[in-house]
């Protein structure tokens, strides 16, 4: 008789052994999904034409080349970003995950990687290029930047890997998504369709993937006139600097000119009109991207 209780006491426990791990593995993975800080990741909330939290530069009755689109990845709608034309010229679709003053959003960690899902269709030599910046109040202090020119009809998984330059916590993040062309020759029809975007993973300090260039810091950013780019040089090399609106038009050749060791640039801005840019570093051994906003 007490073999049966000892056994149903033994049932028992295990029951409520199993219900505890069940209870903390949803627990655990309710703060693993909980940890996403995007706004309206996946494009299911959207108010007047465009997608809750998020810039798009459409202009209801007249161009709207971000729309909600199906199928999605996952969910019940997906963003998907289109050429169009506008008063005789291309309307280039670009989405930020930002408002309108272009703060960003809240973050409280060092993320290690930036992951969304995308379709791509080019009708000529366009590009979709996707972008995040960290900002510490007004600085940036990391960034992460891909340019993908493959097409693909089905969705794709696209992960960035960010780049700190700054020891420094981040407390804001903007994200963009935006078709680029290097020649500024938009083809009608164009898009892209963004699915699932996610902020993941923790990270210390990182250095430039450009094996040859150390940047230590941008600041002011966003600039107001002038900002000033740090980095050091880890060979003598000839390095030049141009930079880029989110189209990918250059705008500005900064400066090209040997350079070697620890070095200090100060760009003025003062003439460049508001909005996102790039500021782009080029050597022999390769090129850095760095996001910058412009507000004056």
Same mark, same amino acid.
């Given at each position: 008789m007490l073999f049966i209780f000892d056994l149903i006491n033994l049932i028992i426990m295990k029951i409520k052994l199993l219900t505890y791990f069940f209870i903390t593995f949803l627990a655990f993975t309710s703060s693993v999904y909980a940890q996403n800080p995007v706004p309206n990741p996946g494009f299911e909330n959207w108010t007047n034409g465009s997608p809750d939290n998020w810039f798009t530069g459409n202009i209801p009755g007249f161009g709207e080349p971000v729309t909600q689109t199906t199928p999605p990845r996952s969910g019940a709608l997906a963003a998907k970003g289109e050429v169009l034309s506008f008063d005789g010229q291309p309307l280039v679709p670009i989405l930020i995950a930002t408002d309108l003053t272009g703060t960003g959003f809240n973050v409280t960690q060092r993320y290690g990687n930036l992951s969304f899902y995308y379709k791509f269709l080019p009708n000529s030599t366009e590009s979709l290029v996707a972008s995040a910046v960290f900002y510490n109040n007004a600085t940036a202090v990391g960034a992460a930047t891909l340019e993908i020119t493959t097409t693909t009809s089905t969705f794709t998984k696209a992960d960035l890997e960010f780049i700190y330059f700054m020891n420094t916590v981040p407390n804001k993040c903007i994200i963009t998504f935006a078709i680029n062309d290097s020649s500024s020759? @938009?083809?009608? /029809?164009? *898009?892209f369709v963004i699915d699932d975007v996610e902020l993941? /993973?923790?990270?210390? #300090? !990182?250095q430039s993937k450009n094996p040859t260039i150390q940047l230590k810091n941008i600041s002011p950013n966003p600039v107001n006139n002038l900002t000033t780019i740090n980095f050091s040089l880890l060979k003598a090399e000839t390095v030049g600097i141009?930079? @880029?609106?989110?189209? /990918? &038009?250059?705008?500005? !050749? #900064?400066?090209?000119?040997?350079?070697?060791?620890? !070095?200090? &640039?100060?760009?003025?801005?003062?003439? #460049?009109? !508001? /909005? @996102?840019? *790039?500021?782009?570093?080029?050597?022999?051994?390769?090129?850095?991207?760095?996001?910058?906003?412009?507000?004056?």
């Open positions: 020759v @938009f083809t009608l /029809g164009s *898009y993941s /993973g923790t990270v210390g #300090i !990182n141009e930079l @880029f609106d989110v189209t /990918g &038009k250059r705008l500005l !050749n #900064i400066v090209s000119e040997e350079m070697a060791g620890e !070095n200090r &640039k100060e760009i003025d801005l003062s003439f #460049i009109p !508001n /909005g @996102f840019y *790039y500021l782009k570093m080029i050597t022999d051994s390769g090129s850095l991207a760095i996001p910058v906003a412009v507000q004056h």
